[in-house]
C-alpha cells in the first residue's frame, strides 16, 4: 500500500527554520516527481517545491525561493523540506506529494497532476 508520511511540523517563531520529513512506502520512490505542498486556512493548495531523479530542474515557489531546500534520501525512502527564515504567512498545512508527471514545474503548479498525498503536517509560525 503506497504511503506518504509527513512529519517535523510544529510551531516555531519568525525568523526561525524547520525540517520537514516526508517517508514514503508501498511504490518504486525513485519513479515519482516528488513535491511538497501546503494549504493555509480559506486558501488553495499551493505547490511549493517539486523535483524528481530524472535530472530535470528543482522547482521552487516564488513564496519560498532562497528560504527552502528540498532534498531527498534515496535510500531511506525520504524527502526533506528545510526552511529557514520562517514568516507567519507560512502557517499552512504541509503536505508531501508524489505524481507519475515528470515535470516538475506542472506538478507543482498543477494540483490535479498529483497521484499519491500525504495526511500533512501542520506548521505554525508565531511570536
Known amino acids: 500500500q503506497l504511503q506518504l508520511v509527513e512529519s517535523g511540523g510544529g510551531l516555531v517563531q519568525p525568523g526561525g527554520s524547520l525540517r520537514l520529513s516526508c517517508a514514503a512506502s508501498?511504490?518504486?520512490?525513485?519513479?515519482?516527481?516528488i513535491g511538497w505542498f501546503r494549504q493555509a486556512p480559506g486558501k488553495e493548495r499551493e505547490g511549493i517545491s517539486c523535483?524528481?531523479?530524472?535530472?530535470?530542474?528543482?522547482y521552487y515557489a516564488d513564496s519560498v525561493l532562497g528560504r527552502v531546500t528540498i532534498s531527498r534520501d534515496n535510500a531511506k525512502n525520504t524527502v526533506y523540506l528545510q526552511m529557514n527564515s520562517l514568516k507567519p504567512e507560512d502557517t499552512a498545512f504541509y503536505y508531501c506529494?508524489?505524481?507519475?508527471?515528470?515535470?516538475?514545474?506542472?506538478?507543482?503548479?498543477?494540483?490535479?497532476?498529483?497521484?499519491?498525498w500525504g495526511k500533512g503536517t501542520l506548521v505554525t509560525v508565531s511570536s
Open positions: 506529494a508524489a505524481s507519475t508527471i515528470t515535470t516538475t514545474q506542472t506538478m507543482c503548479t498543477q494540483v490535479v497532476k498529483v497521484n499519491y
Open positions: 508501498g511504490f518504486n520512490f525513485n519513479l515519482y516527481t
Open positions: 523535483f524528481n531523479s530524472s535530472g530535470g530542474r528543482t
